[in-house]
């Protein structure tokens, strides 16, 4: 896997104030009037990142026919580095975006009328990554030792905070070369993207989720501007079940995962097979852990209430919004999660 796309994982993943997308966002909403209404059926959906696994639920919808079956034509964009998914769907260029729940509240705090309309991944999957020989399977472990993390992120933060874990920190340049050359170090990363990265280089590692510690946001949190949630719930409702069903049979169906990786390999040529497959398989019981089990995508009251709290708790809200204003689950249908999970093809990686 390439550096760049770490480092766009560490920086989507990071509950982080960004100003700059910010700014970005509030001038495309300034100039939403002049944009034409989306045409009906069809959609733009902003990737959370190039194509890869963590799309791949969109990709099994688009293979299996599910959009067009419903009358919908859906054009699914790579996301990336340079590309704000918040201004795209503000404007109105794109109809669906991905963040995470602090991303969404982020928003909310800067007037951008958006609102989330499911979350793929129920257990947050960013955490911490350690030498496996210095035998850490605790936070409490890691008190005084150097972390290599995003600037801004809040998760050392909150360990800081709430669980009296205090760590230096060193700035996280798209690499995790540092990581791999010293045994003391800690690395923030993603379980199918850093992990893989250290085994290949012969690293073996323990992984520590930042969700054992109690900050626990939604993460790949699809969104809508308000605008478009009113306008087109007909679609969006479409949409969101075709799109579901296309996740079970994505992650409970190999054949159904085969035929999407390989549009995914065929849409981004720096994926290979082996690091597709491990991402599918890894990724899976973050999406269909807790609520998801029985409806994937879920959102509950409490969910979000936590987060206000949290983020409050870090003086990171100038002022708590109504959760009503952050999402709206209505249109999401119930479809639950694969009965079991099948083990990735032999070989595969």
């Known amino acids: 896997m390439h550096s760049v796309r770490s480092h766009r994982r560490l920086l989507r993943a990071a509950i982080a104030v960004v100003t700059a997308v910010v700014a970005l966002s509030a001038t495309a909403c300034s100039n939403n009037s002049s944009s034409s209404p989306a045409s009906a059926g069809k959609m ?10 963590e799309g791949g639920g969109y990709f099994a919808a688009q293979s299996e026919n599910l959009y067009k079956n ?16 918040t201004q795209l769907v503000a404007s109105g260029r794109a109809q669906i975006g991905h963040t ?20 793929l991944y129920q257990d947050n999957p960013v955490g911490i990554l350690s030498h496996s020989d210095q035998n850490i399977t ?5 008190k005084g030792r150097t972390l290599v993390s995003q600037a801004g992120a809040l998760y050392p933060v909150w360990l800081d905070k709430q669980l009296g874990v205090p760590m230096q920190t060193m700035q996280y340049q798209g690499s995790i070369a540092n990581f791999l050359k010293d045994p003391k170090l800690l690395q923030q990363g993603w379980p199918t993207n850093e992990v893989r990265q250290a085994e290949e280089s012969g ?14 946001p939604y993460n790949d ?11 087109h719930k007909d679609d969006l409702k ?45 990724q899976r019981k973050y999406v269909t852990a807790g609520d998801g089990a029985k409806q994937l995508g879920a959102m509950s009251e409490d969910r979000w209430k936590t987060l206000l709290d949290q983020l409050q708790k870090l003086g990171q809200l100038t002022k708590a919004p109504a959760t009503s204003d952050l999402y709206d689950a209505s249109l ?18």
């Open 138 to 142: 605790s936070f409490d472990q890691m």
């Open 203 to 216: 690293v073996p590692v323990n992984f520590t989720p930042y969700s054992d510690s109690g900050f626990n």
């Open 100 to 119: 995470d729940a602090a991303g969404i509240v982020q928003a909310q705090q800067q007037g951008i009328p958006i609102v989330a309309v499911a979350a």
């Open 238 to 282: 479409k949409f969101l079940q075709a799109s579901m069903t296309g996740w079970h049979d994505y992650m409970g169906d190999v054949t159904v995962a085969g035929d999407a990786n390989k549009a995914i390999l065929a849409a981004n040529s720096e994926q290979t097979a082996k690091s597709i497959w491990y991402a599918w398989d890894k």
């Open 221 to 231: 949190v699809l969104f809508t501007s308000k605008s478009y949630f009113d306008q």
């Open 44 to 53: 733009t959906v902003i990737l959370p990142w190039y194509a890869d696994p």
């Open 70 to 85: 419903a009358g919908l034509d859906v054009t699914l964009q790579p996301g990336g580095p340079q590309v704000s998914a």
């Open 332 to 349: 999401l249908p119930t479809v639950a999660a694969p009965a079991s999970l099948p083990a990735a093809p032999s070989g595969s990686y």
